[in-house]
């Protein structure tokens, strides 16, 4: 066993090197707010320099860093469908917003079906390798879409449109993405056999997640916490377990759990819950059904700090190769003529800079990662190439949508 995490623990060099990333990763943050440069770029550039240049995580600990790959892809996952799950209102003016809903739809569906038949054809992989890659870079990052749209001015339904996209694409990425990984089993399926298995699969994790979520809605209610949002993130982790101990979508059962969370009011009032709930808020605790708080102060720190190490994590086990530079410039090209025929037939009503807007915005990040680094644990040589090209997907969709942004005209916010 290497002793790495004991030395991770424990060695004043590695506070120092923990301590230097959160610096970092604040900077790159206002590097992006200032250049555009996503800050991905440059805390994958760190891990890189950190393992390939100066050596500070010795070669012989990347297998202990490969290990625990999955573990911290899975917690990345949880926390990002519970975050976005979360804020899918069910009386929300944006969850109306047809057009968001249409693009957050079909950034997956035209992923899949142009990487799956690009990979097959010109590369020669099986479809449905092809196909989970495509599921995992239809998403674009919220990271980089949301914050910039909320500094420049454009009308409230382009704003709307782009805010429920972003959300969208990233829930129905990981919930596509789950159900092809089921074909990766070495079962031989029939249309019945499948359909079959695929509802007792979703099944699970739907009844799981009610049920979890209406239990959460009455204990947290009804307990005078201080903590709800870790406690709740947590119940969210051991849902994710306990539904794949189950053989169930666990994914699914996170992002059910998180809508009914979100909608607490709504829940309560459907079911006659009032008498059974006493709503318990005081000025000393921040609820995480407090909709007047915006900001979401626990909630953007902690995704800042899994964000960071995440992708300097990312960089320290990437491969770079030519090979896969242009496998991530021929797929981002893919991406953007999709993108284009998206924006002609939803905004074509819309002003050219709405549109040139709107085009601009497929940045690949969290999400993107994410489902990479929980394929690459799989290993396999598909996966691992899956993991790869993801990487470099990221980088030149993160260059190319900075330099289209500096293009667009739009007036930024005062």
Do not use: C
């Not at 610096?23 to 996503?38: E, L, N």
């Amino acid at each position: 066993m290497t002793p790495f995490l004991f030395d991770v623990a424990f060695s004043s060099e590695s506070l120092v090197v923990i301590a230097l990333i959160i610096i970092i990763g604040y900077i790159s943050t206002a590097v992006f707010r200032r250049t555009r440069i996503p800050e991905l770029l440059i805390l994958m550039l760190i891990g890189i320099f950190l393992v390939r240049i100066v050596n500070i995580v010795p070669a012989n600990y990347l297998d202990t860093l490969l290990a625990i790959a999955p573990v911290f892809g899975s917690l990345a996952l949880v926390v990002i469908m519970f975050n976005g799950s979360k804020g899918l209102k069910f009386e929300s003016e944006l969850v109306r917003n047809w057009k968001g809903l249409a693009f957050g739809i079909l950034d997956i569906v035209l992923s899949v079906a142009i990487v799956s038949i690009l990979m097959r054809y010109a590369f020669g992989w099986p479809t449905i390798y092809g196909a989970i890659l495509g599921a995992i870079l239809g998403s674009t990052s919220t990271v980089v879409v949301i914050p910039f749209i909320r500094k420049v001015k454009i009308n409230q339904d382009i704003f709307n449109s782009l805010f429920i996209e972003t959300t969208v694409n990233s829930l129905v990425s990981i919930v596509v993405f789950s159900v092809l990984l089921v074909f990766i089993n070495g079962q031989s399926f029939s249309a019945f056999s499948f359909t079959s298995y695929l509802l007792d699969y979703v099944s699970v994790a739907v009844v799981m997640g009610f049920l979890t979520g209406i239990g959460w809605i009455f204990i947290i209610n009804n307990l005078k916490g201080a903590r709800e949002y870790a406690a709740t993130l947590a119940m969210a982790i051991l849902l994710y377990g306990m539904v794949g101990i189950f053989n169930g979508a666990s994914i699914i059962a996170v992002l059910i759990f998180g809508m009914i969370i979100g909608n607490e009011e709504t829940i309560i009032n459907a079911l006659n819950l009032d008498h059974f709930v006493k709503r318990v808020k005081n000025d000393s605790q921040q609820s995480i059904r407090d909709d007047a708080v915006d900001e979401r102060p626990v909630e953007n720190e902690l995704e800042f700090l899994i964000r960071t190490f995440f992708f300097v994590f990312m960089g320290m086990i990437v491969v770079l190769s030519v090979q896969y530079l242009v496998y991530g410039i021929i797929i981002t090209l893919l991406l953007v003529l999709a993108r284009y025929v998206e924006v002609g037939i939803l905004l074509g009503s819309n002003t050219p800079v709405e549109r040139s807007l709107a085009l601009s915005l497929t940045p690949k990040e969290v999400t993107v990662a994410t489902l990479a680094t929980v394929v690459f644990g799989f290993g396999g040589f598909y996966f691992t190439q899956t993991f790869y090209i993801s990487f470099m997907v990221i980088v030149v969709t993160g260059i190319l949508s900075s330099f289209m942004l500096n293009r667009v005209k739009v007036e930024v916010k005062k």
